[in-house]
């Protein structure tokens, strides 16, 4: 499967190089986020059926066999070698450098809870810095989800006497 996965992501990056458009180019065209678009391209998430067609109007060449397959719920998964590029390497440290202070603005803004991974939204952004050179513009926008305390009068499991399934 993941050699599949493998050949899929291969035929769709060929698509995109060939159209000559950026990821940032197909997000404007799509209505996406261009990181977005790249695990769409990844195989990193799954296409959804209102998004097909400005899809297939961004990249014209893109077969049908290919929309099929990104229509389908991906298999989400990385390289773990893929720390060791140099791009990555420095994403994951700056993370781990910042992310306990992250962690306690985001208990004291929001309270006892994270950021969701899932209801997610991430760019890449280029920017000028006062300097006048350029930077990268990282935005992570994520749902947040509070911890809950967990009481057994919650449970669903627990809602019905035992016996009685």
Known sequence: MEQNKVSITARLQTVKHNSGKSYSQLAEETGLTNVYVAQLLRRQAQLKTDTVP??????????DELVYEMMRPPLRSYDPNLIQDP????????????????????NEEFGDGIMSAIDFYCSVDKVKGVDGKD???????????P?????????VSRTRPLGNQ
Do not use: C, W
Request: proline fraction near 4%; glycine fraction near 4%.
């Open 87 to 106: 791009t990555v390497y420095r994403l994951n440290e700056a993370v781990m450098h910042f992310g306990e202070s992250i962690k306690e603005i985001i």
């Open 147 to 155: 911890h809950t305390e967990q009481k057994s009068e919650h449970m």
């Open 54 to 63: 400005k899809l297939r109007a961004a990249l014209p060449d893109l077969p």
């Open 135 to 145: 930077r990268v513009l990282l935005t992570f926008d994520g749902k947040y989800l």
